[in-house]
T-cell receptor, first 109, second 112 residues
């Protein structure tokens, strides 16, 4: 079975501080991992996925297969980063998609 | 505009009264799915469809039905809703497989 865990339900940082949102997964095969974001009153949208290896809005995430983690990082948080963030996993063959519980990030001025 | 639409956006109903939430996409996506979002539990997949006439259970399918007769539509059916199905429901689609998901605006359902 595939599972995604986001250990922090709430995370609060000050503007300009580094932020790391944790994501751990369990899956025996080779996973595809995603980060989705939901800003207030907006639809869920993709933030980034590990196979693209790009930085979006200053965020990066590295897949660590040894630690089965896919933590999301940003060196300098901005107030507009305040949102709910979800980590998600699918098999490379792509059928079921499993989301974590979500982390509500608040960036204080 | 490429998008996923859901209707209704808000629904209050009573226990046992059958309801359908519609979902439609105009992007010619093969994959469609339904999720429910509950505080502390995140998003949980209810059902998904890899293509027309192909549907499969997600993590929490009990009490729900789906159908995929056309590529663009993927309705969610609650034959006999119960209060524990009170939730925020999202439909999503992707080009193929569980690829990048494009989400609808959500349907807030309350079952009394």
């Amino acid at each position: 079975a595939q599972r995604v865990t986001q250990p922090e339900k709430l995370l609060s940082v000050f503007k300009g501080a580094p932020v790391e949102l944790k994501c751990n997964y369990s899956y025996s095969g080779s996973p595809e991992l995603f980060w989705y974001v939901q800003y207030s009153r907006q639809r869920l949208q993709l933030l980034l996925r590990h196979i693209s290896r790009e930085s979006i809005k200053g965020f990066t995430a590295d897949l660590n297969k040894g630690e089965t983690s896919f933590h999301l990082k940003k060196p300098f948080a901005q107030e507009e980063d305040s949102a709910m963030y979800y980590c998600a996993l699918s098999r490379t063959s792509g059928s079921r998609l499993t989301f974590g519980e979500g982390t509500q990030l608040t960036v204080n001025p | 505009e490429a998008q996923v639409t859901q209707n209704p956006r808000y629904l209050i109903t009573v226990t046992g009264k059958k309801l359908t939430v519609t979902c439609s996409q105009n992007m010619n996506h093969e994959y469609m799915s339904w999720y429910r979002q509950d505080p502390g539990l995140g998003l949980r997949q209810i059902y998904y469809s890899m293509n027309v006439e192909v549907t499969d259970k997600g993590d929490v399918p009990e009490g729900y039905k789906v159908s995929r007769k056309e590529k663009r539509n993927f309705p969610l059916i609650l034959e006999s809703p119960s209060p524990n199905q009170t939730s925020l429901y999202f439909c999503a689609s992707s080009l193929q497989g569980a690829d990048t998901q494009y989400f609808g605006p959500g349907t807030r359902l309350t079952v009394l």
